[in-house]
């Protein structure tokens, strides 16, 4: 790493054009702009990360309204998973694109691809045809997600990155104010395919506003932010997974394909729940077992700290705060709770993770990353729990529900941005793209499982317990996937937090 330093250094010594990338060494794939404001491609990164937020807000609220319109309630589960699997695979392809060629590819084919999937959604005459749409958003949304995080690692130093987060955070959340009063109110006045329609805009206006700036990015280069972050953090953090001056191994694109096909497997056979089943399952267990690890960063075990942790610590509170977000709106609305009242209990619950993503950026938190982690799952796992109680009461009471997704909220904010820090931080320079993807496949294959999950409790139950019974265990599974996350995340290690400076 200090001949990668060195180079660095004598590129920026010969003073390159402004809004220029100079191409240096191939041996390390990093990107730089050398450009004297970053607003525009500040600004256009924002607007797609809200073009996706509001798409996967709006639909948790629109769905119900989909559900009842296109029937095949049996599937619902899968207009969720359905993004998340194929998302999986794309996050993969896209940290291999990453490391070779830069984000800019990837970030725009990603964007082109997520605004198919939304018109296909969009025109969905009946379910199936819905999950296509939804499984095209996913590869879209996957490259588009992964190449945004791998551009933020490398355009902004170390001590930007937190206050970056808190911005992807809020963009995230602001459309889970609006989003699914927005939501609830197409859905009623018109139909849910306005959902859709309405994502459209806010991509165009945010590949306008990055374009100039893209146009202008040519190949990988070197920084001494990105390569000095890197060397800190391997001397204050815990071990990064790969040698510092080794190039990691390229990730198979069979080994993602293979996940892909095991997670849907998995959701196939819970669901189904016949004889045959067990053979899937089966099938889809072997899968993952086999290739799984090789989409994780070298050395990678679930019990192992650092890196893997964090992976770990990722998966499993998405997972569950996901599913219950997933299943939430339905339990409402099955108790007599309207869509708007329904999206009402999202929208204020993002007043937590707001506040979350909000608090890990104060210098004044005089807390390091693993820290914040550990208290983020925490208020997940007790969040979760509360919406259990409430699963279990079969009351439409909105109250504990609403007290659920704020604590549950704010342990997202508290996470969502630390882990991806701490990614940051744990890994050198040339493999921030591949320990980037393996933090998204590790979040994903989260959602996946245990939105499956939860899927299947509600397949197994639906019919044959009370709405009591179905909702209050369902939640009640995740509220331990959470309690899970608690101890996964003490065994991350002390990590540094660049925003106390």
Request: charged share 10%.
């Amino acid at each position: 790493m200090a001949r990668v330093r060195a180079e660095a250094r004598r590129h920026r010594g010969s003073h390159p054009a402004p809004g220029r990338v100079v191409l240096r060494d191939a041996g390390v794939m990093e990107w730089v702009l050398v450009s004297s404001s970053r607003r525009g491609l500040t600004i256009g990164l924002l607007l797609c990360v809200t073009a996706v937020a509001f798409e996967g807000m709006a639909v948790v609220t629109a769905m119900p309204a989909a559900a009842a319109d296109l029937g095949d309630l049996q599937l619902y589960a899968w207009a969720f998973t359905a993004v998340m699997i194929p998302q999986m695979f794309a996050i993969v392809v896209a940290g291999r694109l990453c490391d070779r060629i830069g984000p800019t590819g990837p970030l725009l084919a990603g964007l082109a691809v997520f605004a198919v999937g939304v018109v296909v959604a969009a025109l969905a005459p009946t379910m199936l045809a819905l999950l296509v749409g939804r499984a095209i958003q996913g590869l879209g949304g996957g490259a588009l997600n992964l190449a945004l995080m791998v551009l933020t690692a490398v355009a902004y130093d170390p001590a930007e990155r937190a206050g970056i987060m808190t911005w992807y955070s809020a963009c995230w959340m602001l459309p889970s104010f609006v989003g699914p009063a927005v939501a609830a109110w197409l859905s009623e006045t018109f139909s849910w395919h306005w959902v859709f329609w309405s994502v459209l805009p806010l991509v165009a206006i945010g590949l306008a506003f990055m374009a100039p700036t893209l146009a202008r990015m040519s190949a990988p280069a070197a920084t001494d932010a990105a390569t000095d972050a890197a060397t800190d953090a391997a001397t204050d953090a815990p071990s990064a997974l790969t040698a510092d001056d080794a190039a990691p191994p390229a990730v198979p694109t069979h080994a993602a394909f293979a996940v892909a096909v095991g997670l849907a497997l998995l959701q196939w056979a819970g669901q189904r729940l016949e004889p045959l089943s067990l053979v899937w399952g089966l099938a889809a267990v072997a899968l993952l077992v086999v290739w799984f690890p090789k989409l994780m960063p070298q050395g990678f075990t679930p019990v192992a700290p650092g890196l893997s942790a964090t992976i770990m610590v990722r998966g499993l509170m998405a997972g569950s705060f996901f599913g219950m977000q997933t299943f939430l709106p339905l339990m409402l609305t099955g108790r007599g709770a309207s869509l708007m009242m329904a999206g009402a209990v999202i929208t204020v619950g993002s007043v937590g993770w707001m506040v979350g993503s909000w608090l890990q950026a104060r210098p004044w938190l005089r807390r390091s990353r693993d820290q914040i982690i550990v208290a983020g799952s925490c208020s997940l796992a007790a969040g979760v729990a509360i919406v259990a109680a409430s699963g279990w009461l079969g009351t439409g009471d909105l109250i504990l529900p609403t007290v659920g997704s704020v604590f549950a909220g704010l342990g997202m904010g508290l996470q969502s941005a630390s882990t991806s820090l701490v990614t940051m931080q744990l890994s050198s320079a040339s493999d921030i793209g591949r320990n980037t993807s393996s933090l998204q496949v590790g979040e994903t294959s989260g959602n996946a499982v245990f939105a499956g999950a939860a899927g299947t409790v509600f397949a197994a139950l639906g019919t044959q317990a009370t709405d009591a019974q179905t909702f209050g265990t369902l939640m009640t599974a995740l509220a331990v996937v959470s309690g899970v996350s608690i101890a996964a995340a003490h065994r991350i290690g002390h990590v540094r937090n660049f925003s106390l400076g």
